[in-house]
């Protein structure tokens, strides 16, 4: 039972490229989230999907953008990366709202 | 909104003793679940120990047990016999019955003297 899984693992970016993480699940949870870690600021959330075809906003969206075409594949675009976009992203999933996440093993992205 | 306040950035603890990390929450909901999460330097995050708020009795898991104050709005895990295994960032994080997502606190990060 692989959990969740994302790629890259690592990944350096110039300023303006763009590039999509992939985050993959396989427990067939509803629910999927992108978390970015950075330090002193604990973990902000990013975009949601509650359900394949949903999408919705969290609290640092800006510059991202996500797609849940399939439930178990939940996808982190940045169209043009910036420094500021430099940090650890995470993937998660839920089975219900009542539960807590399983996480990836995170990405570490640095925009230069 | 909710919020999660970690007050003390690092904490370090003797090998073999006990420690506690402090966590308090702000919600105007009465129904929700509270989690630590632990963050080793391998970067995965690992659930720890949950606790639901209509429960009065206090979670633990093995050495890990929580003290959970629901009129005071804290969760504070103490973590007993301590081992190089622990050394680790905590994060505490709560969400709302029925709501999507978690909020997280800021993180402690805890570091064991051998």
């Known amino acids: 039972n692989a959990g969740v899984t994302q790629t890259p693992k690592f990944r350096v970016l110039k300023t303006g490229q763009s590039m999509t993480l992939l985050c993959a699940q396989d427990m067939n949870h509803e629910y999927m989230y992108w978390y970015r870690q950075d330090p002193g600021m604990g973990l902000r959330l990013i975009h949601y999907s509650v359900g394949e075809g949903t999408t919705a906003k969290g609290e640092v969206p800006d510059g991202y953008n996500v797609s849940r075409l399939k439930k178990q594949n939940f996808l982190l675009g940045l169209e043009s990366a910036a420094p500021s976009q430099t940090s650890v992203y995470f993937c998660?999933?839920?089975?219900?709202?009542?539960?807590?996440?399983?996480f990836g093993s995170g990405t570490r992205l640095t925009v230069v | 909104a909710q919020t999660v306040t970690q007050s003390q950035p690092e904490m370090s603890v003797q090998e073999a003793e006990t420690v506690t990390l402090s966590c308090t929450y702000d919600t105007s909901e009465s129904d929700y679940y509270l989690f630590w999460y632990k963050q080793p330097p391998s970067r995965q995050m690992i659930l720890v120990i949950r606790?639901?708020?209509?429960?009065?009795q206090n979670a633990t898991e093995n050495r890990f047990s929580v003290n959970f104050q629901k009129a005071a709005k804290s969760f504070s895990l103490k973590i007993s016999d301590s081992q190089l295994g622990d050394a680790a960032m905590y994060f505490c994080?709560?969400?709302?019955?029925?709501?999507?997502?978690?909020?997280f606190g800021q993180g402690t990060r805890l570091t064991i003297n051998p």
């Open positions: 606790q639901e708020a209509y429960k009065q």
């Open positions: 994080a709560t969400r709302i019955q029925g709501a999507q997502k978690l909020v």
């Open positions: 998660a999933s839920s089975y219900s709202n009542s539960r807590g996440y399983t």
